[in-house]
């Protein structure tokens, strides 16, 4: 996991909630391009980013409620991560509801969200 390596928690912090989380909301709808059977390299990868995304953003979350919700959240994902094969409806379903957490990032979801 190359990409976001470097990014510190320190670094992190400095984005407000809405940017990180629309941050990571961006890692997957990029990761939409490998849901495909066999792109699952490329997907696997793309969770990856989207792990250390969300992991740094709990880390350096100050609101415990919304720490609670992205655990949670962050779950999900790491059973899409896990899988042997795509599943398209939580992947979208789960980048919905990461965008609700947050009332900034909130109406994205009509431009992110098919």
């Known amino acids: 996991m190359s990409q976001h390596?470097?990014?510190t928690p320190e670094r992190w912090s400095q984005f407000d909630r809405t940017q990180q989380i629309l941050q990571v909301a961006v890692e997957?709808?990029?990761?939409r391009r490998s849901l495909?059977?066999?792109k699952m390299?490329?997907?696997r990868f793309a969770y990856e980013r989207v792990l250390r995304l969300t992991d740094l953003t709990i880390q350096v979350q100050t609101h415990r409620s919304l720490?609670?919700?992205?655990?949670?959240w962050r779950d999900v994902?790491?059973?899409l991560y896990l899988r042997d094969a795509p599943d398209r409806e939580t992947?979208?379903?789960a980048l919905r509801v990461l965008l609700r957490l947050d009332p900034g990032a909130s109406p994205q979801v009509q431009y992110l969200c098919v």
Do not use: Y
């Open 28 to 31: 997957m709808h990029r990761a």
């Open 36 to 38: 495909d059977p066999d």
């Open 77 to 79: 994902i790491a059973e």
């Open 5 to 7: 390596a470097e990014l």
């Open 41 to 43: 390299a490329g997907l």
């Open 91 to 93: 992947h979208e379903i």
């Open 67 to 72: 720490r609670h919700e992205l655990l949670r």
